[in-house]
């Protein structure tokens, strides 16, 4: 960020913040393709071949880093991974831990495959990085984020909406939304109501 301050002007500083959380809040909003999502364990998680596919066309020349990797004895493998990207025209970097169990045979102690489950920790680990810095598959790993402000068209809609059916219900309305109370988590039900109410007047 420093680089990019240092050689422009505060509106292209705004301008690139703003194309920057443009794009975050797009691939957020993107719907991973069901053939991508796969259940462990009744959860859903996406596999990493489609995140670094995604990574590769809005971040390209990312990368990853391997900080530090330890067995928990023998019940669990930690990996700690360092993620590096460029994000129009802003170096970023941020890290993320993991753990991943050790399996072992049943009814005995000795381990299935040391070497997979060390390669699972990395590859949860990646995946971690991935959808919590750039927003990749945030609908499956539910990080997605829903701005509850009301647009003003939402607001004229629904007072006019109130008032066709009494001045102290579009009071009640506007006192709801002056309030926080009404907003765009709960715009839909509350229109429906509303609407609901207008044909029982009629």
Wanted: with cysteine.
């Amino acid at each position: 960020m420093s680089e990019l301050v240092k050689n422009a002007d505060i509106d292209v500083v705004k301008d690139a913040l703003k194309t920057l959380t443009k794009q975050h809040s797009e691939i957020s909003d993107m719907v991973t393709p069901k053939a991508y999502i796969k259940k462990k364990m009744g959860l859903d998680y996406v596999e990493i071949g489609y995140m670094k596919a995604i990574a590769d066309k809005e971040f390209p020349g990312w990368s990853w880093e391997i900080v530090k990797s330890e067995a928990l004895g023998s019940a669990a493998y930690v990996v700690h991974g360092r993620l590096k990207w460029y994000d129009n025209q802003v170096m970023r970097v941020g890290d993320m831990v993991a753990a991943h169990r050790i399996q072992t045979k049943k009814g005995s102690t000795d381990f299935v495959d040391v070497g997979n489950d060390i390669k699972s920790a990395n590859t949860d680990c990646m995946k971690k990085a991935l959808n919590m810095y750039m927003n990749i598959a945030d609908d499956v790993y539910r990080n997605q984020y829903e701005d509850p402000e009301l647009s003003d068209d939402q607001i004229e809609k629904i007072i006019k909406l109130a008032s066709d059916i009494s001045d102290e219900e579009a009071v009640k309305i506007d006192t709801l939304i002056t309030g926080g109370k009404l907003n765009n988590l709960n715009y839909k039900a509350s229109y429906a109501k509303l609407m609901r109410m207008n044909e029982a007047k009629e």
